[in-house]
Nanobody, 124 residues
Framework: QVQLVESGGGLVQAGGSLRLSCAASGRTFSIYGMGWFRQAPGKEREFVAAIRGRVISTYYSDSVKGRFTISRDNAKNTVYLQMNNLKPEDTAVYHC?????????????????WGQGTQVTVSS
C-alpha cells in the first residue's frame, strides 16, 4: 500500500521560508515522478512543482519559479519542497503526489497517489 505523508507546513511571514517534506512508502520510490500541488480555499488544486524519477529533471509553475525548489532523496524515500520568499498568495494546503511513470505531469489526473496535505499560511 502506497502512502505519502507530508510535513513541514506552518505559519510564516511574507518573505520567509519553509521546507516541506513528503515521506513515501509502499513502492520503489526512486523510479517514479513526484509532484507538489496546492489548493487554496475555494480554488482548484494547482500544480506547483515536479521532479522526474531516475534522471533528475525538475519542473515549476510560473508562479513559483525562482522561489521554490523541489528535490528528492531516494535513500530516504523523501521529496522536498524548499519555499523561499513566500507571499500571501502562496497560502494553501500543499499535497505531494506520485505518478505511475518516471516522467511527472502537471495535471492532477496524471497522478495516482496523494498525501493528505500540510497547511502553509503566509501572513502579510
Amino acid at each position: 500500500q502506497v502512502q505519502l505523508v507530508e510535513s513541514g507546513g506552518g505559519l510564516v511571514q511574507a518573505g520567509g521560508s519553509l521546507r516541506l517534506s513528503c515521506a513515501a512508502s509502499g513502492r520503489t520510490f526512486s523510479i517514479y515522478g513526484m509532484g507538489w500541488f496546492r489548493q487554496a480555499p475555494g480554488k482548484e488544486r494547482e500544480f506547483v512543482a515536479a521532479i522526474r524519477g531516475r534522471v533528475i529533471s525538475t519542473y515549476y509553475s510560473d508562479s513559483v519559479k525562482g522561489r521554490f525548489t523541489i528535490s528528492r532523496d531516494n535513500a530516504k524515500n523523501t521529496v522536498y519542497l524548499q519555499m523561499n520568499n513566500l507571499k500571501p498568495e502562496d497560502t494553501a494546503v500543499y499535497h505531494c503526489a506520485s505518478g505511475d511513470t518516471a516522467v511527472p505531469g502537471v495535471k492532477v489526473d496524471e497522478y495516482v497517489y496523494w498525501g493528505q496535505g500540510t497547511q502553509v499560511t503566509v501572513s502579510s
